[in-house]
Structure formats: structure tokens, C-alpha cells
């Protein structure tokens, strides 16, 4: 998998373009174009989440690495800057590893189809994100944040696990109109109080193995496909009112 975000340039012209954000082959696929052992030819860079350019000259090009990457942070100063100038015009076909994000002001991810899964572990506030209409084909990773609120999921289609596991309390926890295809981790909640997953539909498993206590679970109104495990037992999601 190559470094998010991925395109390519030419030293000579330094015309940028970009097809697919998480694979630079598949950008030199659809245009027709090659890397080549020669002066000048089309070079792959990388843009990364924590504002870092690595272009990959060649020594026979017009431009030296550290020139290259100036010229691409002329035209995009952060990388937040380059997404939003891409974001609606390329394809992400793989996952999205973005834990050197530290605050999600700024990027927007709604009506996004992401081919691979989401990890934003370095998040510990959801403030800024929206993630509203975006299509995720694998999990969905928000293990750093301490607090639900601001957090939206809503018509968010997450094909594969969606893990909270650093939420200690479920207070402002709004999974309404979530579709979830596999399981939903939330084992950092030691109590059920304030827990409502009223509308969310989950295809696998509920894992809330930090509970001690199922006093006060109630699941009514969630869709669970198969089993819920509550501090390392399973049992059938039926007997706390969910749909199963």
C-alpha cells in the first residue's frame, strides 16, 4: 500500500496529477504514463497527513528532491490543503491510515467511498470530523477518542468493525442511522448508563466486554445480527431488547 496521500509529477513541466490518493500506480495506470529511467520522466510523491512531502526525483531530472518538494508545498502549504483540492476529483480504492492526524479541523470526509478501511486513531476529540454519507468498504478506527460528542456517523456506511474503544463513557454517543456491517467495539465503557443505539444497525457482533454490569443495558430499537459479548460472555442480544 503506498503512503496517503499518493501522486505523481513531471520535473520539467511540474504538472501534478492525481487519479487514485492512495496508490500512485494505479494514477500512472489511468494516464498512461511511466516512470522511466530517463531525465524528466513522470515521479511519484507523497503527501503525508503530518505535512511531510517525499517526491522521488531522479538524479538525471531537472529538479533535486528537496526542489520538488518545495514546488509541491508552494502549491499545497499543508496537506489538508492538497486534500481539498483532490478530494472530489480522484478515487480512494485502499485503506486510509491516518494516525498522525491529531485534529480533525478541516478534513472533511463526507460522501467519501473509501475502498479499504479508516484508522484515525490519533484523534481524541471528534470536533471538525464529518464522516456523514461516507461509504468505508473495511473498519472504521477511532480508538483515541475519550469522548463522543461531536462525533456523527449518521448514514455512515461502515463495512467492516468500528472500534470506540477509548470511550469511557457513552454520554452524547449518537449511532442513529449507522449501518455497521461486522461488529461495533466499545470495550472501554465500564457502565451501560447513557448507552443508546437506538437505529443502528449492526450485521456482527456488539463487544462491550468492560461492562461488569449489564444493569440498565437496553439495546431496543438496534439491529444485531449476531451475538453480544459482555465482559468476555456471550449472550443473545434478544434479552436486552435488540433486534436479532
Same mark, same amino acid.
Given at each position: 500500500? #503506498?503512503?496517503?496521500? @499518493?501522486?505523481?509529477? *513531471?520535473?520539467?513541466?511540474?504538472?501534478?496529477?492525481?487519479?487514485?490518493?492512495? @496508490?500512485?500506480?494505479?494514477?500512472?495506470?489511468?494516464?498512461?504514463?511511466?516512470?522511466?529511467?530517463?531525465?524528466? @520522466?513522470?515521479?511519484?510523491?507523497?503527501?503525508?497527513?503530518?505535512?511531510?512531502?517525499?517526491?522521488?526525483?531522479?538524479?538525471?531530472?531537472?529538479?533535486?528532491?528537496?526542489?520538488?518538494?518545495?514546488?509541491?508545498?508552494?502549491?499545497?502549504?499543508?496537506?489538508?490543503?492538497?486534500?481539498?483540492?483532490?478530494?472530489?476529483? #480522484?478515487?480512494? @480504492?485502499?485503506?486510509?491510515?491516518?494516525?498522525?492526524?491529531?485534529?480533525?479541523?478541516?478534513?472533511?470526509?463526507?460522501?467519501?467511498?473509501?475502498?479499504?478501511?479508516?484508522?484515525?486513531?490519533?484523534?481524541?476529540?471528534?470536533?471538525?470530523?464529518?464522516?456523514?454519507? #461516507?461509504?468505508?468498504?473495511?473498519?472504521?478506527?477511532?480508538?483515541?477518542?475519550?469522548?463522543?460528542?461531536?462525533?456523527?456517523?449518521?448514514?455512515?456506511?461502515?463495512?467492516?468493525?468500528?472500534?470506540?474503544?477509548?470511550?469511557?463513557?457513552?454520554?452524547?454517543?449518537? !449511532?442513529?442511522? #449507522?449501518?455497521?456491517?461486522?461488529?461495533?467495539? !466499545?470495550?472501554?465503557?465500564?457502565?451501560?448508563?447513557?448507552?443508546?443505539?437506538?437505529?443502528? *444497525?449492526?450485521?456482527?457482533?456488539?463487544?462491550?466486554?468492560?461492562?461488569?454490569?449489564?444493569?440498565?443495558?437496553?439495546?431496543?430499537?438496534?439491529?444485531?445480527?449476531?451475538?453480544?459479548?459482555?465482559?468476555?460472555?456471550?449472550?443473545?442480544?434478544?434479552?436486552?431488547?435488540?433486534?436479532?
Amino acid at each position: 500500500m #503506498c503512503q496517503f496521500a @499518493s501522486g505523481i509529477m *513531471n520535473p520539467k513541466t511540474l504538472e501534478v496529477k492525481v487519479y487514485d490518493i492512495t @496508490s500512485h500506480s494505479a494514477t500512472y495506470k489511468h494516464f498512461r504514463l511511466k516512470d522511466l529511467p530517463k531525465p524528466n @520522466s513522470w515521479r511519484e510523491f507523497h503527501y503525508l497527513p503530518d505535512n511531510t512531502i517525499e517526491c522521488r526525483v531522479n538524479e538525471l531530472d531537472d529538479l533535486t528532491k528537496e526542489q520538488a518538494n518545495s514546488y509541491i508545498k508552494s502549491k499545497w502549504p499543508t496537506f489538508l490543503d492538497f486534500w481539498k483540492e483532490f478530494k472530489g476529483k #480522484c478515487i480512494i @480504492s485502499d485503506a486510509l491510515r491516518l494516525n498522525e492526524l491529531a485534529s480533525a479541523k478541516g478534513f472533511d470526509l463526507s460522501g467519501c467511498n473509501i475502498g479499504g478501511y479508516l484508522c484515525l486513531d490519533g484523534l481524541t476529540s471528534a470536533k471538525g470530523l464529518d464522516l456523514t454519507g #461516507c461509504n468505508i468498504g473495511g473498519g472504521l478506527s477511532l480508538n483515541g477518542l475519550t469522548s463522543a460528542k461531536g462525533l456523527d456517523l449518521s448514514g455512515c456506511n461502515i463495512g467492516g468493525d468500528l472500534y470506540l474503544n477509548g470511550l469511557t463513557s457513552a454520554k452524547g454517543l449518537d !449511532l442513529s442511522g #449507522c449501518n455497521i456491517g461486522w461488529g461495533l467495539c !466499545l470495550d472501554g465503557l465500564t457502565a451501560a448508563k447513557d448507552l443508546d443505539l437506538t437505529g443502528c *444497525n449492526i450485521g456482527g457482533y456488539l463487544w462491550l466486554d468492560g461492562l461488569t454490569s449489564a444493569k440498565g443495558l437496553d439495546l431496543s430499537g438496534c439491529d444485531i445480527g449476531r451475538s453480544l459479548s459482555l465482559n468476555g460472555k456471550w449472550h443473545n442480544p434478544k434479552e436486552f431488547g435488540a433486534n436479532s
